[in-house]
């Protein structure tokens, strides 16, 4: 695996400790000039004949997926599959995600003890479980893994493509737009002949959605010779196909299932085997030809002969006209499928009909994860690129856009003067409201991914690294910082809430904390469960009203304390989708909060006594897009992009519209009639309700 030479995604200082001297990106030369030779580190310049010689090479790899390593789990399984793997001596492997079961340090620990030994080298897909409970997220798993989050080399004339299909704290599949950039210009020095295999941990092109965007992976590699996808996820033995190719998944490694995959270059083709149960002996599963195909991959090309269609993230129905009749108007997209393991991507599908009124959309250069922000005239964006981005909110026109160097789940906050905004960089950000010029930037020791609360001239956020920072608005400089309990889960990611003087985080530890906003001294803090770590007041925020702090816990409960006290006055659980994931908010009497569920439930509870006083239904499952309050109507968001206004007198829903594909986890801004909704689709779009 010395010989492979990497096109880096991110610092090639992170993979040091591999033992390969990386060139920056700016010093590598081109594909066509450059073959590794020998088992050295160096990069040579080859003549043509060298390359063509090496080119005919025969080699041999291995691919496996969700390992689950745990702090006591999965351990001496996954050793006795390595062992099996290294008995036929493959060139290098490739592990496709999920990783470790939390992703917490002692987990890879543990994983870096079963590779370590191993006399080839693994490079990895990140997968849900490394980033969705990991305080240090994308920085533990490259520490971990010693390893980028994405990734290309070449080996032996073919071309590897390892990508991140991660959503940050979330189980759900993306590719990034920053990342398919990156993409399209590796391909494109690759060229059209080379055989390119590619790997993702979330699915793509198959009977269940889990990326939003597919589609937009499809439009970057379909002009190149890709010979099979690679997925994990889904702990299944699989093959099928995806607008002409081969993907194939695994069990988890753990539960006896691995690949091996023979690169002959004397027949010129791709032998796939699989290695599954008790049977250690690997068989074949499909062969697929190393050449490029002469034709261009058709898209689109079940046509008639399909039998069933999926609609968005929707279910499986006949493949008829009628089932676009009874949709909400906005954009569909959809996939085509015959024979149960055969797929396409089918076009776009556009709904007309009554809704709310799209006033104007902008492109964004990423998603967007957290909520939006609206404060004296300006619209205010953080988004999954790093970019933050501050509009115009009566013509969608951008005043000016900021750039952080890592992702920002973080959403913005301001004072007027400045806009906070937390990065998976390990910083705090802090720019000029009107102008976007940093001002300053505080250093953690772990990814922000949670917002700030302003109070007393300073900014109070909290860090990966489990502290809670106090920043000084004018200097950038710590006031003071508050360490949680240690743990494996002691981290904060949800927007910190405040009333001028006491700050309140949920954290993942299970507990609501309190702290003094001017000093930091801890004040309360109150237990929200009794089950695990995974249902702790966590994602939802807390939110302010008549003297209580609101909060929901992942266990199906809606929380309310005496905000000054502590005193636990009531607790309400769901009927229906249950309490946790969405941001409850507050407004006259009322708290409104979204389940998570199928059905897209949302609750309108008194904030008096906890009674339920409606409940209404989105008709799509909502994960954590927050309610928002409009003058006579709430707004919500659905995952799979249905942006719903129901009435805040009764839930009823009063119009509803499907936004471009994309997950829609962010929370929507409200001003007026107007509602502005950001999702993963690299939109900013505004919408007109209409009276009821």
Request: charged content about 20%; some cysteine.
């Amino acid at each position: 695996m010395g010989r492979l030479r990497r096109r880096q995604a991110e610092h090639a200082s992170s993979l040091a400790a591999t033992g390969v001297i990386l060139l920056p990106l700016s010093m590598q030369p081109t594909r066509r000039d450059l073959l590794l030779a020998g088992a050295g580190t160096a990069l040579l310049p080859l003549s043509s004949l060298a390359k063509a010689l090496a080119a005919e090479e025969n080699f041999s790899f291995a691919f496996f997926s969700d390992t689950h390593v745990g702090l006591k789990n999965n351990i001496e399984e996954n050793r006795q599959m390595l062992a099996e793997i290294t008995a036929w001596k493959p060139d290098f492997a490739i592990n496709g995600g999920d990783v470790t079961d939390y992703g917490w340090v002692g987990e890879y620990q543990n994983y870096q003890s079963l590779i370590d030994p191993l006399p080839f080298q693994v490079v990895h897909n990140a997968g849900n479980h490394d980033v969705r409970w990991s305080p240090l997220g994308p920085k533990a798993f490259r520490e971990g893994t010693r390893g980028p989050l994405y990734r290309s080399f070449d080996h032996k004339g073919v071309h590897f493509a390892i990508l991140d299909s991660t959503v940050p704290l979330s189980h759900y599949g993306h590719f990034e737009s920053e990342m398919l950039r990156w993409l399209a210009d590796d391909l494109k020095t690759v060229g059209r002949r080379t055989p390119v295999f590619i790997a993702t941990h979330h699915w793509v092109g198959r009977e269940k959605l889990v990326a939003d965007n597919e589609e937009a992976l499809m439009r970057v590699i379909e002009p190149y010779n890709v010979k099979i996808v690679f997925n994990g996820h889904g702990h299944s033995d699989l093959l099928w196909t995806w607008d002409g190719l081969v993907n194939t998944m695994n069990k988890g490694l753990y539960q006896l299932s691995w690949q091996r995959i023979d690169v002959d270059r004397t027949k010129n083709e791709v032998r796939l085997l699989r290695r599954a149960g008790k049977s250690p002996e690997p068989k074949l599963l499909t062969t697929v030809p190393l050449a490029a195909p002469k034709e261009k991959r058709e898209i689109y090309a079940l046509g008639a002969p399909s039998t069933e269609l999926r609609i968005g993230e929707g279910t499986w129905v006949p493949n008829t006209s009628a089932a676009l009749t009874t949709l909400p108007p906005g954009d569909y997209r959809l996939l085509l499928r015959k024979d149960g393991n055969t797929y396409m991507t089918g076009p776009v599908h556009r709904v007309d009909g009554p809704g709310p009124k799209e006033l104007w959309r902008t492109p964004l250069s990423g998603g967007v994860m957290s909520h939006l922000l609206l404060h004296d005239g300006v619209l205010y964006v953080s988004a999954m690129d790093g970019s933050v981005w501050a509009v115009d909110p009566k013509t969608g026109k951008p005043k000016w856009t900021a750039k952080t160097k890592g992702y920002c789940h973080s959403s913005p906050a301001t004072d007027g003067n400045l806009v906070v905004v937390g990065s998976a960089d390990n910083r705090v950000h802090a720019f000029d409201a009107k102008t976007g010029k940093e001002r300053w930037f505080f250093e953690t020791g772990g990814p922000v991914y949670a917002s700030a609360a302003i109070a007393n001239g300073l900014a109070v956020i909290a860090s990966g690294d489990g502290r809670v920072y106090a920043v000084d608005l004018v200097t950038g400089r710590e006031k003071w910082h508050y360490r949680l309990p240690e743990s494996n889960t002691a981290f904060v990611q949800s927007p910190a809430a405040t009333d001028g003087e006491r700050v309140y985080l949920g954290a993942w530890d299970r507990f609501l904390y309190v702290l003094d906003a001017k000093m930091g001294v801890f004040l309360w803090k109150a237990q929200c469960t009794e089950k695990s770590f995974a249902y702790s007041p966590a994602i939802g925020q807390p939110v302010l009203g008549e003297g209580k702090v609101f909060v929901p816990s992942n266990d199906n409960q809606l929380h309310a304390f005496d905000a000054k006290t502590g005193e636990k006055l009531w607790a309400k659980t769901g009927t229906g989708d249950k309490f946790g994931y969405p941001s409850p908010a507050y407004a006259d009497g009322v708290v409104y909060a979204g389940g998570l569920g199928d059905n897209g439930h949302v609750y309108a509870v008194s904030a008096a006594n906890g009674d339920i006083l409606w409940t209404a239904r989105a008709g799509a499952g909502i994960y954590d897009s927050g309610a928002v309050v409009g003058p006579d109507f709430i707004a919500t968001g659905s995952v799979c992009g249905l942006l719903s206004i129901l009435n805040r007198k009764d839930g009823a829903i009063r119009t509803q519209r499907q936004l471009p594909s994309g997950h829609f986890l962010s929370t929507c801004a409200v001003e007026g009639n107007r509602v502005y909704a950001a999702t993963f689709n690299d939109t900013l779009m505004a919408f007109e309700v209409p009276a009821a």
